[in-house]
T-cell receptor, first 109, second 117 residues
Framework: DAKTTQPPSMDCAEGRAANLPCNHSTISGNEYVYWYRQIHSQGPQYIIHGLKNNETNEMASLIITEDRKSSTLILPHATLRDTAVYYCIVKTKGDKLIFGTGTRLQVFP | GAVVSQHPSWVICKSGTSVKIECRSLDFQATTMFWYRQFPKQSLMLMATSNEGSKATYEQGVEKDKFLINHASLTLSTLTVTSAHPEDSSFYIC?????????????FGSGTRLTVV
């Protein structure tokens, strides 16, 4: 599986959009980009995933660059409850999830 | 839908004893489950892949005789930490692979915090 690079931490003001970047320059054609988050002392929670096209659901939007070498997770209106560690994972659809170090997002009032 | 229940949520045990952690998929059948371990301020580390009706596949460096995994049914996998020692104290999390039509594909339990004293 391709490796991902994420900033270790980010801050965001409550109510503003949180944009979390992820680099995956060695991604291959059949690998998807998945995003999970882990709120303190809980199991990870699925957010969104995509292959080539941008995706949106009730939680977030995923923007994947045309060359697929990077992506951005967007939380449109961050709340204090969005404070968590966000993991960007690249893998084929049936494969196991291998977690990197993630980005610790702190949303402040 | 797609709920995974993990039990217990926390456990304290004495050194040398064994502890069993259960992971159940409540509303779907999971032929494959995964077990992770997480130390404080670190990421999740995959320990093993549990396949229903067959032996688990362990990641490199994980002692299979110490961490016994049983996946006897399509909705239950268990992890037994045998002869636990303080260094086994950690947060253990299971995950179940959902049917492919579901979003994301994986649902996680809420984790079990093990403290060995």
């Amino acid at each position: 599986d391709a490796k991902t690079t994420q900033p270790p931490s980010m801050d965001c003001a409550e109510g503003r959009a949180a944009n979390l970047p992820c680099n995956h320059s060695t991604i291959s054609g059949n690998e998807y980009v998945y995003w999970y988050r882990q709120i303190h002392s809980q199991g990870p929670q699925y957010i969104i995933h995509g292959l080539k096209n941008n995706e949106t659901n009730e939680m977030a939007s995923l923007i994947i660059t045309e060359d697929r070498k990077s992506s951005t997770l967007i939380l449109p209106h961050a709340t204090l409850r969005d404070t968590a560690v966000y993991y960007c994972i690249v893998k084929t659809k049936g494969d196991k999830l291998i977690f990197g170090t993630g980005t610790r997002l702190q949303v402040f009032p | 839908g797609a709920v995974v229940s993990q039990h217990p949520s926390w456990v304290i045990c004495k050194s040398g004893t064994s502890v069993k952690i259960e992971c159940r998929s409540l509303d779907f059948q999971a032929t494959t489950m995964f077990w992770y371990r997480q130390f404080p301020k670190q990421s999740l580390m995959l320990m093993a892949t549990s396949n229903e009706g067959s032996k688990a596949t362990y990641e490199q460096g994980v002692e299979k005789d110490k961490f016994l995994i049983n996946h006897a049914s399509l909705t239950l996998s268990t992890l037994t930490v045998t002869s636990a020692h303080p260094e086994d104290s950690s947060f253990y999390i299971c995950s179940a692979r959902r049917p492919m039509r579901g979003p994301g594909g994986y649902t996680f339990g809420s984790g079990t915090r093990l403290t060995v004293v």
